[in-house]
């Protein structure tokens, strides 16, 4: 039951939850149960909206920055990164395989605060060794949701 | 001038929803539950497929048959889903749909006279197929208290001399039943004792929510005598691509292909090299699709226990087809009433067969959302009627 769930909330974290009782044809209290438990257990980490910030039209920036690090003698990947995600402003930090070691997505209102951010405070740490940012310029889909404006239902209205 | 007119031709009835098709398309906030069709786009990688057959150029006939390619997936579906076996070669082509072999089933197995049992309430095609094919329809009523199966009992009481086709039309569209293995057997010990052939309408069959479907093909002694029709519009959302298939008796197959080669040719080449890709790497999405219509299922059943509306629970296809008849109305105004009131507009059960009286098809190949909207429109409605 609990993939059913999550798999269910990932796209659709506000639906009632006595409905999602009905889609799942089980009770309401075991629903509640398994999200209480795996809310406990940290499988479910937070519930967040996606926003299409364009259309409210206030300044926002978002960039994601390569960052080429040394891990530290005694403190791997996981004490670097931390350094980095205790930041308000990084939204996200993934270890990366490939040329460079984290992606760091940083949120901000104007070009220069994300470049500022970049420069005053991720460069300077100890372990790490350079960063390249790339500006993110439109968002076509975010969480598996395209942003562009839904198509409406084209199909015929009365088929046998 | 003389008559340009098929003295048949003249006889058969319109489309019973054509007025309801009408009045909704011209209505503003109208929500229709009236669409017999996936509400889900194709899946990506099989547009893809057929994006990049148009960008390859295959913009050619392929074989009567269809692709071999094509087939040998086919085959290996059926086998891997049903265990069916068919030699793609001699017993299997693909068609414009599961339509087109339902017409040309008829055309090439009933002669003047040949009587075809038709149980209804089902799919609106296959009572004009048989009567352009000269034969004679009889019509089998389903029951709601035999939750619209065929009964073994229904089936021997309609049976003549010259009887020689049943079309088994499960999972049903409208009613959403299905037969199971144990009704199934019943069914084909008689059309064995008889010397009858099906002709089994399998177009849903991936879309079951108790158990998984069973083909009466699969049954002892029943392949020889079967026709398997099912396709790519209704499992892999697939309608506009115009494509399925039909398996059986090598016998009938070929001549049925005869008249696919002088009145059709080939099916879609473009649809054919997408429907490679759906058989080969469908059945997840096909998945994630059977568990969303069933979960929009037991949401509309609940919906109707709540406004003590009585439905027999469907098990296949995405229909459900609730009793009306306390409302002391006909089917047709019912849904007339319904939608001019409510802007919510249902297919009048008797669309799908005279038996259909007394009952309406709602279709839940919508979303969640629209399905809540439009079961508030119902219960609204439903109280009123109930109040006088
Ligand atoms: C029971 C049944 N059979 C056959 C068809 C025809 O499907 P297609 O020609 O798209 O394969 C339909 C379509 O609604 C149907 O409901």
Redesign the pocket.
């Known amino acids: 039951m609990r993939e059913k769930i999550l798999t269910f909330i990932e796209k659709n974290s506000r639906i009632d939850l006595k409905e999602l009782a009905i889609v799942l044809g089980v009770e309401e209290s075991a629903v509640i149960n398994e999200l209480e438990q795996m809310e406990a257990e940290h499988i479910i980490c937070g519930y967040h909206t996606i926003i299409d910030w364009d259309k409210v039209g206030q300044d926002k920036v978002m960039a994601m920055i390569e960052v080429r690090v040394t891990p530290q003698r005694g403190m791997g990947f996981d004490k670097v990164a931390e350094r980095i995600y205790n930041y308000p402003e990084v939204n996200a930090v993934y270890l990366i395989s490939g040329g460079f070691d984290f992606m760091v997505i940083l949120e901000g209102k104007t070009l220069r605060e994300v470049a500022q951010f970049v420069s005053d405070k991720l460069s300077p740490l100890d372990s790490v060794l350079s960063t390249k940012t790339n500006f993110i310029l439109k968002k076509y889909k975010d969480h598996g949701t395209v942003i562009a404006s839904k198509t409406k239902d084209e199909r015929i209205q009365m088929?046998? | 001038m003389r008559n340009p007119l098929n003295k048949t031709i003249v006889t058969i009835e319109p489309s019973g929803i054509r007025k309801f098709f009408d009045i909704v398309s011209e209505m503003k906030d109208a929500i229709s539950l009236g669409v017999?069709?996936p509400d889900f786009d194709t899946p990506w990688h099989i547009r893809d497929e057929g994006i990049y057959s148009l960008e390859k150029g295959r913009t050619h006939y392929t074989s009567n048959a269809g692709l071999k390619e094509l087939k040998a997936e086919i085959a290996k579906f059926l086998s891997r889903r049903y265990g069916l076996s068919y030699d793609y070669n001699k017993e299997m082509f693909v068609t414009v749909?599961?339509?087109e072999a339902?017409d040309i089933a008829m055309r090439a197995m009933l002669d003047p006279g040949d009587e075809v049992l038709i149980p209804q309430p089902s799919?609106v095609?296959y009572l004009p197929c048989a009567v352009l094919a000269n034969g004679t329809p009889v019509v089998i009523e389903l029951k709601e208290e035999n939750q619209f199966r065929l009964t073994a009992e229904e089936l021997e009481a309609a049976i003549t001399p010259k009887t020689k086709l049943l079309v088994l039309?499960f999972p049903n569209?409208p009613t959403g039943a299905v037969m199971e293995k144990e009704d199934l057997e019943r069914i084909a010990e008689l059309v064995i004792r008889h010397d009858l052939f099906v002709l089994s309408?399998e177009?849903?069959s991936e879309l079951t929510y108790l158990e998984r479907h069973v083909s009466i093909a699969s049954l002892p002694g029943m392949r020889e005598r079967t026709l398997v029709i099912n396709?790519f519009?209704k499992s892999h959302a697939m309608?506009g691509w115009?494509l399925?298939y039909v398996c059986g008796p090598e016998a009938i197959i070929t001549q049925m292909l005869k008249i696919h080669q002088y009145a059709i040719m080939c099916a879609p080449t473009m649809a054919q090299y997408a429907a490679v890709a759906a058989m080969r790497d469908g059945d997840e999405d096909v998945a994630g699709m059977r568990e969303e219509y069933n979960g929009r299922r037991r949401y509309l059943m609940h919906r109707f226990r709540e406004m003590g509306l009585q439905c027999f629970e469907p098990f296949g296809a995405f229909y459900v087809f609730p009793c009306i008849k306390e409302f002391g109305m006909s089917s047709e105004e019912f849904a007339e009433t319904l939608l001019a009131s409510q802007k919510l507009a249902v297919v009048p059960g008797t669309a799908f067969g005279e038996c259909g009286e007394g009952f309406i098809r709602i279709s839940y190949a919508y979303s969640l959302e629209s399905l809540k909207t439009a079961m508030d429109r119902l219960e609204a409605f439903v109280e009123e009627r109930r109040k006088g």
């Open positions: 088929i046998p | 017999g069709e749909g599961g339509s339902i799919y095609s039309p569209n309408d177009i849903y396709g519009s309608t115009r399925g």
